[in-house]
């Protein structure tokens, strides 16, 4: 059961060892903050662009390339040559230093806050503050006043510091040389602290690779210093200073910029973020305060140029970004602001860029592996590669948080109006360098369990009495040890056998249940899938049947399969249907399948029972033989109605028959009108739309398919629907069984085999091959003061807490809210504890679990700085797509303007330096709240153009509904990249530029993804050459707009672009079909339509004036 | 004319009918007095090897009311070329065709020997016949097996053009689509759900041609092969298809747990079975045959859970009302067999299981429709097998024994009309002049219909006569009856097969002996046993006897010769003299009594009993025994237990069972080995001879009967003494001496109590 563990040396945990390995000695040696470094450079460098344009461009290059490598490889030599060198540098870092610095000066909040909760930081800080105050001060003053040019530039990442210095620059750019310096200054002053911290830290450091390495007996020692380490950090927390000096250690690299920009300066900086990530949650965002200097920065940026003049007076303030409210009437969202010349004042490079955060983040922290072992650590940003090391806390990648620490009250809580909410995807993927989650098995004791709250045994567990009992995290009962999982204690309180177990040591693992954890106290047999063909005569004249047919001979090759196992142990089943349903026995003894015609569908029942679901190898023949004839039987058909609720009755029915979970596919053309249960009617009315009643357009028409999905998922019978419409199909009827069993929707508008094969096809062999779970269960359990209180997402719940859901795969996400319901204590922190009971695909019960820390806090500050933007819209975009279903559109948008203003109101009142009101001040964190916002509330569900159908809305509607925060995050904000801009000899992906039609130019080409459309926006003037070696035609006008296949040209241009699209689409769960746009063109609205940056055409307000907006609002909050 | 004995064979031979009464009581009153009714077994399609049909249409009286069928008894005018009708006196001119007709020059239903005559009507589409099989699948493997290798067989003796049609059933009801290539198609039902005709229709998608089919009966042709050319396929396509459909066939694969019963949807197969003719073939001859192996349990129709626990009802649960599935499932398939008739389709049940299948309650689907009835032990006898093998035996012309969607019209003379019939029949509830008030069986009607029905169909038809007293018929006047038979031929032709006879009136007072001496005591024994089986079916079993024994009574008080109160002076004349017996008899048999059987068994009985001719019916009342011993040849010996005797074989038909008793003695001579020695050569030839007459009964009967061999003291020999008339029981035993027969464990009285009782109560004044 291990988990796949390449070397034999390190049982269980396999986590990527040989990195690890890499790492410890390296980076360890080096420190952590060693591969931190030359991500920070490129964050140094990439949000600069200006920085760019003077020297460092060059530098940016490198550093990214320096990253690529050891990220991708993440191999140990690599990683540790540079480490090494790293190392100590890190140490010195000044960069870090500076960054600290600066956010000290910038958030001068922050620097406040941490102070009060932090002893040791103040002291820290202080030393840093003086630095870079000096350093930021200027930059902001020259930032503030240049306007909000600067701004942009800042966003380095949280570490953000940079970017303010580079705000400077990019404004004045002069700030570059002053940014400069003023890094060097920092790090000075940080590596006196740094190596101070340095002591303490390495400690920690080496714990966690320790950790990770207790996999590895031979690191006997290193239990201890581990457990050193994590106390440390527990302490540290205190002393978000701890976690500085890493941070501090990494800015050594800025002797480096002089020397070799590339890797030196950028190094540091990043590093500390890294290496950070445990130390930064401790420190606070104080240390993300550098982050937040950027933040001054943008204050300044913003304001552009009215409230600069303001600006100056708050010197410090310089992070917070401020606005002049009275030089910039707020527009409306939907009414533009009468006044535009106020936005033209504004520069649109002096306001928060997605981009360059993001850019930043993957420079500072996408080279490090993201060690969990630290309590309330932020992780990096969803956009930015990284490992993760499980070192008791769940990845990221199985849940993130809006905030990673959380007000220890619900009046604190209630006050920064911040949601408290986790984003779980208890499957997901991991890269192939990450291990998936050790089995467990307890034979037939089944798992060690809280006897009171029933939480799962899990390294937060504190064994006390010598190893006799444990008290339980969750809410303090005391347990007894059972004999057969006795262990003596180490005088650390720790059991000695705590790395050989995973329960005790990592934050993600599973359990293999007993049977008491099945359904009838019965092991379930191995699940089916069902596949379900509409063969009306849409379907088969759109050319779906055969094509289907002809594909699923080969997917069935591919069904999940489980571990080694040599074949899938599931079985398929196949049923067609119209207006009446065709079962198929394929029974492997059959020379021939056999067709069962089921007319009754107001009373569906499954006429046979025996040779329905069967083996896909033992019936290959026989199936083989039915998919060759199923297109030719129906050649003909003229039936053109078909049945809809009955199909999925149907397959569940079959399922319980044959007592298993299991999934149905189904593929579907038309409003089914036939009559039978869940006949549907066309009751698409656009004229609901900004109406009382636009609501019921997202609502199902009839109750009948609730009670259906209810009867799924007893049975643990998910539904994944693809739709293939040529009108209206009522997408938000026929979605509620999919969404509520854990299923998916495909659709496909007016299917043509020629133009959406490979789409189909892909998504198809993805959605059949990917692994699931079913019949699962999933319960969050959190410690005493907090309370999981809502979910979002696709599954069902019949009572308040468990979530049950009849499948689920690795690109589901559940997304809980939590509320206060005590006090919380800020020594123990926030514990969470997703436990997910399911079904694998092989018929094995098991139970997964992930566990996570979260820190708590008495300041607001430290909740802001802790916050992460991402999730944050994720959960918003969950709750306002939910709450369409009851309220009007308008309410809903206004209610998410309103939490976003009240958020920001609550930081700029509580936690940021006092200032004019004129400044629009934003946490660091959520600089990006208001962009990342706007786009929500311009998406097609919240406001829809004129071209957005009611099924597009409700089909949207549901996917977000399961998304996770990476999707959610380039949903709302698409990908815009360049292709002609970066040499073509490049293999990284070009930096992306921000969706908004100014930052096209005519003569370029460019691409947008946002998870489900892909766009190739060709600009007018593109030169020749390009046009002939991407499109084999001569010029502009002869490239046919809407073509959506990229001709295969030998030639480096073209293999270029279509690798990158290849691996665009790599990157996400769906197919994203091509599409390409000129200039000019027809097409080019639907294409601008995801400039998200820019006034929609459906009344969507631009970036500017939204942001103006909110400030006005923030304003009147305020006052 | 020689004896009535051979007047009434005659009679029988040349139109297969007798009467109770050969020579009529002329006034209602005198028929009432008579006691047995003025009734009459008609075989309608008797066999008449000697009859060859003639290839024109009949000749009918013009009165809108009458329509007589030109007959023998018509006086004709050749000269003028008129004909009166014999029933209602209309003069009729001959059509065109008959003008060549002189008194030399006779067309053949003018000529005497012709009282029967066929007719082969030309017009209107032939449609070939229609078998659809409806096949149990919850069955034991070798059940299956031998079930499904039946069915094959069956096919190879289906006419080549013969519609087939496949529908199995088990928890679920599938209907096998034959036409399709490669992949075998089959539409499946929920056997728990009650449908509507239309429902079914619908779902089977034969609804769209509904309007040609219904208005252009003409036009069919051309629609129905489309419609129907899913299920009903002619053989001679798709006879490979369907025997690898059938050799494929699986038991019901739905897992039944102990202590449960199969889930068997018999009650929706059916419903569906004749729902898919309705709409497809209505009014064409087809038989729809059911296979079953257990009663149904689930779904409209079902006569039993399917919790083993709960047995399946019995007579004492029915006297009790406990039988809970009882009345609606009856009424269930009595829908289904009145639709089915109306359509003119017939159904069969072939029933095969230790235990009770439901018969009792769809017994009317075989009733009603002239379907057959077969009850076995399992579909792997030969009691099945050669069953079914038989239904499909043809006639020396080579024609199938099997005739459809009758009717059958009966026309009177004006002094009687008809009461009612008692058969394989439903009423077409046609009124009409010569139609009685009073009912007697099915009545109320002069039309009847006989879904399906062979050469050997037999029903009891019930006058009344109508004269009044003070309106005496001429001396010399006849009474006629014509009955008039349509139906479709196995060849699929039409026919009108016409019987007209004729009887004399006679007036009871002055001419009582010769009404007396024209009794047919033997078919008076089966019509007013049809009459008492008829009331069984819905009155109380005492009851019927009673009214038996009443009518018996006054039988014998009416032409019995006696002195008032003196028994012993009691005397029947020839004629009536074995009557009495066959009442005793009738009494004792399972027609009647319900102990000891099952109310499936019932019901099988009586289904059987009002269907066979004359003579099958008499040996059912009272079995045939005979003795085979060394003292002589063969003989017929009374069926009483004085006749089993140690130095004797006895062979008894009753019909149903065949049995063959060795005496005490015999049984030990086989049991030493004698037979298998040379010098006992003579023993072996005593023992093989009833085996040989029994095998000549078993090859002639349907169905096939139970084949019993026992011994003295053999545990089936209850059989056998269960049917003798228990003349030594212990009671008795040694009163009568230990000379003879066999002593009899019964409380039941002997034939010569009940008679001693016959003769002190006819005797009596009391009643």
């Not at chain 2, 077994?41 to 030109?70: F, G, H, M, N």
């Not at chain 2, 023998?72 to 008129?82: E, F, H, N």
């Not at chain 2, 029903?459 to 007293?469: K, R």
């Not at chain 2, 237990?641 to 005490?664: H, K, N, P, W």
């Amino acid at each position: 059961m291990n988990v796949n563990q390449s070397a034999p040396p390190v049982p269980p945990f396999g986590q990527p060892q040989p990195v690890y390995t890499g790492y410890h000695q390296s980076s360890y040696g080096g420190q952590p903050g060693s591969t931190a470094p030359p991500t920070p450079y490129g964050a140094y460098n990439g949000p600069v662009p200006g920085y760019q344009q003077t020297p460092l461009p060059g530098v940016s290059r490198a550093p990214p390339s320096s990253e690529a490598p050891p990220v991708s490889t993440a191999q140990a030599p690599c990683g540790q040559a540079a480490y090494g060198q790293f190392g100590q540098g890190d140490v010195q870092n000044g960069p870090s230093s500076t960054v600290q610095m600066q956010r000290f000066p910038g958030s001068q909040p922050f620097g406040s806050v941490p102070l009060a909760p932090v002893v040791s930081q103040p002291t820290v800080l202080q030393p840093y503050g003086p630095p870079p105050t000096s350093a930021q001060v200027t930059a902001q003053l020259a930032g503030m006043q240049i306007g909000g040019a600067v701004a942009p530039a800042l966003p380095p990442v949280r570490l953000g510091y940079g970017p303010p210095t580079s705000l400077a620059p990019a404004s004045g750019s002069y700030p570059n040389s002053g940014l400069y310096g003023s890094y060097p200054q920092g790090q000075a002053p940080p590596l006196s602290q740094a190596q101070g911290h340095l002591g303490a830290q390495p400690p920690q450091r080496s714990a966690p690779p320790q950790a990770s390495g207790f996999t590895s007996p031979a690191s006997g020692g290193p239990p201890m210093p581990s457990v050193t380490g994590p106390l440390l950090p527990g302490q540290g927390f205190g002393g978000p200073s701890v976690s500085q000096p890493n941070h501090v250690s990494s800015p050594p690299p800025q002797a480096l910029p002089p020397g070799t920009q590339m890797t030196g300066p950028p190094g540091p900086p990043p590093p500390m973020h890294s290496s950070q990530q445990p130390g930064y949650q401790l420190q606070q965002n104080g240390s993300f305060g550098p982050a937040r200097g950027p933040q001054p920065n943008y204050g300044s940026p913003y304001p552009g140029a009215p409230t600069f003049g303001s600006q100056p007076g708050p010197p410090q303030p310089l992070p917070p970004k401020r606005l002049d409210p009275d030089a910039i009437p707020s527009p409306q969202l939907n009414e533009l602001p009468p006044q535009q010349k106020t936005r033209h004042r504004i520069d649109p490079d002096a306001i928060p860029s997605p981009i360059q955060v993001i850019e930043d983040d993957r420079n500072n922290r996408g080279s490090e592996p993201f060690v969990t072992g630290v309590r309330g650590q932020v992780p990096p940003l969803v956009t930015t590669n990284f490992l993760v090391k499980d070192q008791g806390n769940a990845s990221p990648r199985y849940i993130r948080c809006t905030s990673y620490n959380i007000p220890c009250t619900s009046d604190m809580a209630k006050q920064a109006q911040v949601p408290l909410a986790a984003v779980i995807k208890p499957l997901a993927r991991l890269p192939p360098e990450e291990a998936s989650p050790y089995v467990v098995d307890h034979g037939e004791s089944g798992p060690l369990r809280c006897n009171r709250c029933k939480a799962y045994m899990c390294p937060f567990m504190q064994f006390v009495e010598g190893g006799r009992r444990f008290q339980c995290c969750f809410c303090s009962c005391i347990n007894d040890v059972p004999p057969q999982y006795f262990q003596h204690l180490d005088h650390t309180g720790k059991r000695v056998d705590a790395y050989d177990r995973p329960e005790l040591s990592l934050g993600s693992y599973e359990f293999l249940a007993t049977v008491d954890y099945c359904k009838n106290n019965k092991f379930p047999s191995p699940p089916a899938f069902i596949f379900m063909i509409d063969v009306s005569y849409n379907a088969i004249r759109s050319g779906l049947v055969r094509l289907l047919c002809e594909e699923l001979k080969s997917l069935l090759d591919f069904l999940p399969r489980e571990g080694g196992a040599e074949e899938s142990a599931i079985r398929v089943g196949f049923v067609t249907y119209n207006k009446v349903l065709h079962f198929y026995n394929v029974k492997s003894s059959l020379a021939q399948p056999q067709m069962m015609v089921v007319s009754d569908v107001a009373d569906m029942f499954v006429p046979l029972l025996d040779g329905f679901l069967v083996n896909v190898s033992e019936s290959r023949a026989v199936i083989t033989s039915l998919l060759d004839q199923i297109p030719e039987m129906f050649a003909d058909t003229r039936e053109t109605e078909t049945v809809f609720a009955p199909v999925i009755q149907a397959g569940m029915e079959a399922l319980k028959a044959a007592e298993c979970a299991g999934k149905l596919f189904l593929f579907h053309t038309s409003l089914p009108i036939a009559e039978a249960p869940g006949k549907l009617k066309n009751r698409d009315d656009r004229k609901l739309i900004n109406t009382d009643k636009e609501k019921t357009l997202f609502q199902p028409q009839t109750g009948a398919y609730q009670t259906l999905a209810k009867e799924c998922v007893a049975q643990g019978c998910s539904v994944d629907l693809f739709l293939f419409p040529n009108q209206y199909v009522d997408v938000a009827t026929l979605s509620v069984v999919p969404q509520l069993t854990g299923g998916s929707v495909y659709k496909y508008a007016c299917f043509q085999v020629e133009n959406d094969q490979e789409r189909f096809l892909s998504d198809l062999r993805r959605d059949v091959q990917k692994v699931v779970g079913f019949d699962a269960v999933m319960r969050v359990r959190t410690s005493t003061g907090i309370r999981a209180v809502d979910f979002f997402g696709a599954f069902y719940m019949s009572n308040t807490t468990d979530v049950e859901l009849a499948g689920l795969d690795g690109d589901k996400t559940v997304t809980v809210e939590f509320k206060h319901d005590d006090r919380l204590n800020e020594e123990s922190g926030a514990l969470l504890q997703c436990a997910l009971l399911y079904t694998s695909c092989a018929g094995q019960r098991r139970l997964r679990i992930h566990n996570l820390a979260l820190n708590c806090c008495t300041q607001l500050a430290d909740l802001y700085r802790n916050c992460e933007t991402d999730t944050l819209i994720n959960y918003m975009a969950k709750f306002a797509y939910r709450g369409v279903l009851n309220s009007p559109v308008k309410t809903v948008r206004d209610t998410l303007i309103t939490q976003c203003a009240q958020i920001l109101a609550c930081y700029r009142k509580n936690c940021a330096s006092p200032s004019s009101a004129g400044q629009l001040i934003l946490p660091e964190c959520m600089k990006l709240l208001p962009v990342y916002l706007n786009c929500v509330l311009k998406s097609d569900v919240l406001q829809p153009g004129a071209e957005v159908t009611t099924d597009d809305r409700a089909y949207v509607r549901q996917l977000v509904t399961s998304m996770d925060v990476a999707e959610t995050n380039v949903f709302f904000y698409p990908r815009l990249l360049p292709l002609t801009k970066s040499p073509i000899e490049s293999a990284t992906e070009p930096p992306a530029v921000r969706a908004s039609e100014e930052r096209l130019s005519n003569g370029d080409i460019y691409l947008l993804e946002n998870g489900l459309n892909l766009f190739l926006w060709v600009g007018a003037s593109v030169q020749q050459g390009v046009v002939q070696s991407l499109f084999s035609v001569s010029s502009f006008s002869q490239i046919t707009s809407g073509l959506s296949v990229l001709p295969v040209l030998d030639n480096p241009l073209s293999k270029k672009v279509r690798g990158l699209i290849d691996s665009l689409r790599a990157q996400r769960s769906r197919y994203m079909k091509l599409i390409v746009v000129k200039q000019e063109d027809k097409l080019e609205m639907l294409f601008k339509h995801f400039l998200v940056e820019d006034k929609s055409l459906s009344g969507g307000a631009s970036y500017v004036d939204f942001l103006c907006h909110m400030h006005k609002e923030i304003r009147q909050l305020l006052s | 004319m020689a004896t009535y004995l051979e007047f009434i064979q005659q009679n029988e031979e040349r139109d297969g009918v007798r009467f109770s009464w050969n020579v009529w009581p002329s006034s209602r009153l005198e028929a009432t007095r008579m006691v047995v009714p003025l009734a009459c077994l008609l075989t309608p399609l008797k066999e008449r090897p000697d009859l060859p049909p003639v290839q024109y249409e009949p000749v009918l009286c013009s009165r809108t009311t009458c329509k007589a069928i030109l007959n023998p008894l018509c006086q004709v005018d050749y000269r003028a070329k008129l004909w009166a009708c014999n029933f209602c006196f209309q003069r009729n001119q001959f059509p065109p065709a008959y003008t060549g007709i002189s008194e030399v020059n006779q067309p053949a239903e003018l000529m005497p020997q012709f009282s029967t005559i066929e007719y082969v009507i030309q017009r209107g589409a032939q449609s070939p016949l229609i078998f659809l099989y409806v096949v149990d699948t919850c069955l034991e493997e070798d059940d299956l097996q031998a079930l499904k290798e039946s069915l094959q067989m069956s096919l190879s003796l289906l006419p080549p053009d013969a519609l087939v049609g496949l529908i199995t059933f088990g928890r679920m009801v599938q209907v096998h689509e034959l036409s399709c290539e490669g992949i075998s198609k089959s539409y499946v039902f929920r056997g728990t759900k009650d449908l509507t005709a239309k429902q079914i229709q619908d779902m089977l998608g034969l609804t769209k041609p509904a309007m040609p089919m219904q208005q252009a009966r003409p036009g069919q042709p051309q629609e129905q092969p489309f419609v129907s050319g899913r299920f009903l396929q002619p053989i001679h396509k798709i006879d490979m298809n369907l025997t690898d459909l059938l050799g494929e066939l699986q038991r019901d694969p739905w897992p039944v747990t102990q202590g449960k019963r199969p889930l068997r949807s018999t009650g929706v197969a059916l419903s569906i079975a004749v729902g898919l003719l309705e709409g497809t073939f209505p009014n064409t001859g087809a038989r729809i045959m059911l296979f079953t192996g257990g009663p149904p349990t689930q779904g409209p129709g079902m006569v039993v859970g399917d919790e083993l626990k709960v047995p399946i009802r019995s007579w004492h649960d029915i006297e009790k009302d406990n039988a809970r599935f009882m009345k609606k499932a009856t009424k269930h398939y009595e829908m289904l067999a009145n639709r089915t008739a109306t359509n003119g389709h017939c159904i069969d049940i072939y029933a095969c299981a230790l235990d009770q299948t439901g018969l009792l309650e769809m017994k009317c689907c075989a009733n009603l429709t002239g379907g057959h009835m077969v009850m076995g032990d399992s579909f792997n006898t030969s009691l099945f097998k050669q069953t079914f093998q038989r239904i499909f035996s043809k006639d020396f012309n080579g024609d199938f024994r099997m005739a459809f969607g009758a009717t059958l019209e009966v026309k009177t003379s004006r002094e009687l009309k008809v009461a009612g019939a008692i058969g394989p029949c439903v009423s077409l509830n046609v009124k009409g002049p010569c139609v009685s008030e009073n009912e007697l069986g099915v009545g109320g009607t002069s039309q009847w219909k006989i879904c399906g029905l062979d050469p050997t169909s037999t029903l009891g038809i019930y006058f009344e006569v109508v004269n009044q007293h003070n309106a005496p018929v001429p001396q010399g006047g006849r009474g006629a009856i014509q009955f008039v038979t349509q139906y479709q031929h196995s060849s699929t032709q039409r026919r009108i097969r016409v019987t007209t006879i004729a009887r004399n009136w006679a007036d009871a007072q002055s001419q009582l002996r010769h009404i007396e001496a024209a009794f047919d005591q033997e078919a008076a024994a089966v019509l007013m046993a049809r009459l008492g089986v008829f009331r069984a079916e819905s009155e109380e079993g005492p009851d019927v006897l009673r009214w038996l024994d009443r009518q018996l009574i006054r039988l014998c008080q009416k032409f019995g010769q006696y002195n008032k109160e003196d028994p012993t002076s009691f005397r029947l004349s020839d004629s009536f003299s074995l009557y009495p017996q066959f009442m005793f008899h009738l009494r004792r048999s399972p027609f009647l009594q319900v102990f000891n059987n099952s109310p499936d068994e019932s019901s099988y009985y009586r289904h059987h009993f009002a269907r066979q001719d004359l003579t099958q019916s008499l040996i059912m009342i009272q079995p045939i025994l005979y003795s085979y011993s060394f003292q002589g040849p063969p003989e017929p010996v009374l069926l009483d237990s004085s006749s089993i005797l140690a130095d004797r074989i006895l062979l008894m038909d009753t019909f149903f069972q065949i049995v063959i008793y060795l005496g005490e003695t015999i049984a030990q001579w086989r049991k030493a080995g004698y037979q298998d020695m040379p010098e006992y050569e003579n023993f072996k030839h005593l023992l093989q001879a009833p085996l040989d007459d029994a095998q000549e009964i078993l090859q002639a009967r349907f169905p096939m009967p139970r084949y019993i061999n026992t011994e003295h003291g053999g545990s089936q020999a209850r059989f056998l003494l269960s049917k003798v008339n228990p003349s030594q029981t212990h009671n008795n035993l040694y009163a009568w001496g230990q000379e003879t027969g066999a002593p009899i464990l019964t409380d039941d009285v002997s034939l010569q109590v009940f008679m001693d009782h016959l003769k002190k109560l006819a005797v009596s004044s009391a009643c």
